[in-house]
């Protein structure tokens, strides 16, 4: 039997609660933002390069000019470079809430279209950034009128003090492993963490980072948010993206993700302003990809020369409907939003 679709009054009548309480929850965290001060921007979803991220699948179109020439264009995984553009313009505390598109995600807590809320502080600590999370995850509860975040049998309780570990900390409690061990030469030891990684399903060719990932998604994800935010601190540097080396060890980067009843809910950067190690890494993720999907995406060149200007600066991105599901105690995405994906 075919389910009552979303737009029938009846099922309507059941979503409206939960999706109301999303518009308070929004205009709740808008309100901390403009009182922190900072400026909401309206970012262009179509862009020359939508994240170079070898994991990260984007949707392309194309963009037919006056002149008849079609020019392939994507919809934007995030709208971080555009911001960086704006930080490299001038601008000190921005934020916005994009509708951002990634392909090959559909399941209770992805959607191929999602509303991504993206803050930056220029000359500002990393650490702020989850000061702000742990406020706006208090804000979503009272929004909602709820005292916890629920994911299924989990909660978690935003008003307790978050806890803050590196993921190597994690590794060693939650994985039995070793992390910072495999990462003492130029290129992390493949070896030496799949040596470690016992009983863990792995393929001939995987590399460190697909074991890294493993472990991480299988075997300490699942224990992190659990009665109160966790603050997953210290990625490391070769999982970075596009964040800059701790100054105390270059093993490690000021990345961090926070979590919420085993839900990740934000991806946090003390952000890298080097345009040519940006260009080296975003080189090493298209190969990877290229390796794995056969596809590549182009750089962007704007972007990398923006970053010569860009200031010294944090920024983070928040999934925004996740928090939604977890401060509603929503089973799936698609209750949060207004209009689901067909």
């Not at 862009?47 to 919809?75: K, Q, W």
């Not at 804000?139 to 190597?168: H, I, K, W």
């Not at 923006?306 to 995405?333: K, N, Q, Y």
Request: with cysteine; hydrophobic share 45%.
């Amino acid at each position: 039997m075919r389910e009552t679709p979303w737009w029938h009054p009846a099922r309507h009548e059941d979503r409206r609660p939960i999706l109301l309480a999303r518009n308070r929850i929004q205009g709740a965290i808008r309100g901390f933002l403009s009182g922190q001060d900072f400026i909401e921007v309206d970012p262009a979803a179509l862009a020359v390069s939508p994240g170079n991220e070898a994991h990260l699948h984007a949707f392309a179109t194309e963009a037919i000019g006056n002149d008849g020439v079609a020019r392939v264009m994507y919809l934007h995984t995030s709208p971080e470079f555009a911001l960086k553009k704006l930080l490299a313009a001038g601008e000190r505390r921005i934020a916005s809430f994009a509708h951002v598109w990634r392909n090959r995600e559909r399941g209770p807590k992805h959607a191929p279209e999602f509303t991504m809320l993206e803050w930056y502080r220029a000359g500002e600590d990393y650490a702020v950034l989850m000061e702000d999370v742990a406020e706006m995850a208090r804000l979503a509860c009272q929004a909602a009128g709820t005292a916890v975040l629920r994911y299924g049998d989990l909660t978690c309780d935003p008003f307790q003090p978050y806890e803050r570990l590196s993921v190597a900390e994690a590794f060693q409690r939650y994985a039995g492993v070793d992390l910072l061990a495999t990462l003492t030469g130029p290129e992390p030891d493949t070896a030496a963490l799949r040596g470690q990684a016992q009983g863990l399903q792995m393929a001939a060719d995987d590399t460190w980072s697909d074991i890294f990932s493993r472990l991480l998604s299988e075997r300490v994800e699942p224990h992190l948010g659990r009665g109160r935010l966790t603050v997953l601190d210290r990625y490391p540097a070769c999982e970075a993206a596009l964040a800059r080396a701790c100054a105390d060890d270059r093993r490690e980067a000021e990345r961090f993700e926070v979590y919420a009843c085993g839900v990740e809910l934000a991806n946090g950067f003390g952000e890298l302003t080097d345009p040519a190690e940006q260009r080296r890494r975003f080189e090493i993720e298209m190969d990877e990809k290229a390796r794995v999907y056969r596809e590549r995406y182009p750089l962007d060149e704007d972007f990398l020369a923006a970053l010569a200007l860009m200031p010294e600066a944090s920024g983070i991105a928040l999934g925004f409907d996740r928090l939604v599901m977890l401060a509603t105690a929503a089973p799936h995405i698609d209750a949060v939003q207004w209009v689901p994906v067909g």
